[in-house]
């Protein structure tokens, strides 16, 4: 739907995921006046190859520490953020307190696995070492090779789908609009300033501020001059869906080993994930990509494999070059970007709408959140171009 001048937004969001509709949601809440375009269908870059653990530890890596602290605490908002959410929408959104068990299944992962374990101590999380016996006794269906497991409580998970749905019905019910089958295709610039973008049905779409949500396909954003384009590559993840027939899955908890995760669903659903590969924009479930989930799957929980492989995915996650995400200003006057979550994006959402909304509203970012800030490639590339002089 076309504004007229007069009319003008607060907030044109371009990205209908998980982080977009977040954004959407928080700023209508707010009392801005918001409009969401997708190009596509909501919640289809990402959250296909998404699991939606929400585990401030799981998914960082060793030297990761600025990345550490966003997922930190986006992580202690999730509570009140799922509850919040579940009440405006009027939905679940499947959101589980179930915990994980992080196991090894060798000596050398026991090593490895004790080391994020004392991570977890130094970090006051809530984390026990447990031996192979009481690993088994709280997961039975664990393979007997379990060399030591993490339990870690404070872990839970988010159903993506379930998410999306809940964030669109959220946000719309608080007055934001989201517009499918939208595609971007021009700025409306003045000057240095961005001041909407043109979708390709013609529409002009003028607001204050343009947020950039578009997820791996940020940095192929080409309606933004080339400048302007956060450094965002797809990586691709392929991830699995299997079925118990009695409704009872093999674990009653999140279950991730060294290369594999295995998260619980209502219902019987158990998710399988995920690879990781530089591919670019291709999306095909691959046969190898299959063999490598369902192999370490069965390592960890060997009855897996009586149960029926539903349904197989590919999604693409928007990695940047440090892992960290990118929020914050962008390189235009008007423009704010909230793209880049890579594996998080789940978990940082909460995060991210927040300071989205700070920035919308005039506060900048916040404290905390320096680290995400998006001028610091640029501040890179400057210095680069005067030590080439």
Request: contains cysteine; negative net charge.
């Amino acid at each position: 739907m076309p504004n007229r001048a007069e009319d003008q937004l607060d907030a044109v969001i371009v990205g209908a995921g998980v982080i977009g509709l977040a954004c959407a949601w928080r700023a209508a809440q707010a009392g801005l006046r918001v409009r969401v375009l997708e190009r596509g269908v909501p919640g289809a870059g990402a959250s296909p190859g998404a699991a939606g653990m929400l585990a401030p530890v799981g998914e960082v890596s060793w030297g990761e520490e600025r990345l550490l602290r966003l997922t930190q605490a986006s992580h202690a908002r999730w509570p009140s953020f799922a509850a919040e959410l579940a009440a405006a929408s009027g939905t679940e959104i499947g959101y589980l307190a179930i915990g994980s068990l992080h196991v090894a299944l060798d000596r050398d992962e026991s090593d490895e696995l004790r080391r994020r374990f004392e991570l977890m101590l130094d970090l006051k999380l809530d984390a026990e070492w447990l031996r192979p016996r009481e690993a088994r006794e709280l997961e039975p269906g664990l393979t007997p090779r379990c060399a030591g497991a993490v339990l870690a409580p404070h872990e839970s998970a988010a159903d993506p789908g379930m998410l999306v749905g809940a964030l669109r019905r959220a946000a719309e019910a608080d007055g934001a609009e989201v517009v499918s089958g939208a595609e971007a295709v021009e700025s409306l610039l003045d000057g240095e300033a961005i001041r909407g973008v043109r979708t390709a049905d013609g529409h002009e779409h003028r607001a204050r501020h343009v947020v950039l949500a578009a997820g791996a396909w940020s940095g192929e954003a080409r309606w933004l001059p080339e400048f302007a384009r956060p450094p965002v590559r797809p990586v691709k993840g392929q991830i699995l869906t299997l079925r118990a027939e009695d409704g009872r899955t093999p674990c009653e908890r999140v279950v991730e080993s060294e290369r594999v995760y295995l998260v619980p669903r209502a219902g019987g659903g158990l998710i399988v994930g995920a690879t990781v590969e530089e591919k670019g924009f291709e999306t095909t479930v691959t046969a190898g990509g299959v063999l490598e989930l369902l192999r370490e799957a069965y390592r960890a929980i060997p009855e897996v494999a009586e149960l029926e492989l539903a349904e197989t995915g590919a999604g693409l996650r928007p990695g940047t070059p440090d892992n960290v995400p990118l929020i914050g200003p962008g390189a235009l006057d008007g423009l704010v970007v909230a793209t880049g979550h890579y594996r998080n994006g789940i978990l940082l959402a909460p995060l991210t709408a927040e300071a989205v909304v700070g920035v919308l509203e005039g506060a900048g970012l916040p404290a905390g959140l320096e680290a995400a800030d998006p001028a610091r490639f640029g501040a890179i590339e400057r210095e680069a171009d005067v030590g080439a002089r």
